[in-house]
Nanobody, 124 residues
Framework: EVQVVESGGGLVQPGGSLLLSCVAS????????IGWFRQAPGKRREGVSC????????TYLDFAKGRFSISKDNDLDTLNLEMNDLRPEDTALYSC?????????????????WGQGTQVTVTS
């Protein structure tokens, strides 16, 4: 059974940092595209960043560039997202998911096997 389980969310002040983790199981973690997404209340789910686990190729949406960093650990089948300089507008439910095909994209419809997510709240 394919499964991804996120952790690491929490309440943080503006300017703070968090490290999110996603532990994967049930598929070959060494050759997939896996990504982080977020959904704020009343808004559509949007991509944050994704990575090809076979070679480490990454991409980020503009709001994440320079503040967020995606990484992987192929030995532990784990995906991480380091988030720095957090802002109130980063408040959302953050989820990871495995791409359903070979396309390297941050379009949510390209992904399947979503986790339950981990809540990130940025407030003073």
């Amino acid at each position: 059974e394919v499964q991804v389980v996120e952790s690491g969310g929490g309440l943080v002040q503006p300017g703070g940092s968090l490290l999110l983790s996603c532990v994967a199981s049930g598929f070959d973690f060494d050759d997939v595209t896996i990504g982080w997404f977020r959904q704020a209340p009343g808004k559509r789910r949007e991509g944050v960043s994704c990575i090809k686990t076979i070679d480490g190729t990454t991409t980020y949406l503009d709001f994440a560039k320079g503040r967020f960093s995606i990484s992987k650990d192929n030995d532990l089948d784990t995906l991480n997202l380091e988030m720095n300089d957090l802002r109130p507008e980063d408040t959302a439910l953050y989820s990871c998911a495995k791409s359903g095909g070979p396309r390297f994209s941050l379009a949510p419809h390209s992904y399947d096997n979503w986790g339950q997510g981990t809540q990130v709240t940025v407030t003073s």
